[in-house]
């Protein structure tokens, strides 16, 4: 598949100004894995797989945020 056509999504952190440290990611998907009622098993600390997916974990900049970081999740 065509890394455009990948489904990802941002993960809420709370902490913007901040770089996501591994566990601050890691808390952070757990996190909203926990609310979205989805099931996640960390495979190492750049890729999870939430319910039966497999996601690539970026921590960085968030486009389009002025310069905030944030976590996103990129479906393999």
């Known amino acids: 598949m065509l890394?455009?056509?990948?489904?990802?999504?941002?993960?809420?952190?709370?902490d913007g100004t901040s770089y996501p440290t591994v566990s601050k990611a890691k808390e952070?998907?757990?996190?909203?894995?926990e609310e979205s009622g989805e099931t996640c098993v960390f495979i190492?600390?750049?890729?999870?797989?939430?319910?039966e997916k497999l996601y690539e974990i970026y921590r960085g900049?968030?486009?389009?945020?002025?310069?905030?970081?944030?976590i996103k999740c990129t479906e393999k």
């Open 3 to 14: 890394k455009m056509f990948r489904k990802s999504f941002w993960v809420p952190y709370e």
């Open 28 to 33: 952070a998907i757990s996190k909203y894995c």
């Open 44 to 51: 190492s600390d750049e890729e999870v797989k939430i319910g």
């Open 61 to 70: 900049y968030e486009s389009g945020s002025r310069g905030n970081y944030g």
